[in-house]
Nanobody, 123 residues
Framework: QVQLVESGGGLVQAGGSLRLSCAASGRTFTSYTMAWFRQAPGKERELVAGITRDGGRTYYADSVKGRFTISRDNAENTAYLQMNSLKPEDTAVYSC????????????????WGQGTQVTVSS
């Protein structure tokens, strides 16, 4: 069993920055593709960013390209989402997810999920 614990959410003004962290338990972090999803009230959950096992490939939703950066530290079993130039429409619960079998960033098929962390961007 893998546990994912997010941290770093909070309230920030538009234009500000936050860095989310996702700490994973277990010794096989390097075999997981990792991703960040978000869900705003009344909206479907969407894939925001993803990163392959070795960090060699990343994916970003069009809405966050150029503003968000996903990274991972395999020695620390942690994935990160650096969010800059935040907008009110980025307000959502952000969750990290681990895909045990995936070798690319997928929209579905994630095996483990964190509990989520709230990000609120005020205008």
């Amino acid at each position: 069993q893998v546990q994912l614990v997010e941290s770093g959410g909070g309230l920030v003004q538009a234009g500000g920055s936050l860095r989310l962290s996702c700490a994973a338990s277990g010794r096989t972090f390097t075999s997981y593709t990792m991703a960040w999803f978000r869900q705003a009230p009344g909206k479907e959950r969407e894939l925001v960013a993803g990163i392959t096992r070795d960090g060699g490939r990343t994916y970003y939703a069009d809405s966050v390209k150029g503003r968000f950066t996903i990274s991972r530290d395999n020695a620390e079993n942690t994935a990160y989402l650096q969010m800059n130039s935040l907008k009110p429409e980025d307000t959502a619960v952000y969750s990290c997810a681990a895909d045990v079998m995936g070798t690319v960033v997928r929209v579905t098929g994630y095996d483990y999920w964190g509990q989520g962390t709230q990000v609120t961007v005020s205008s």
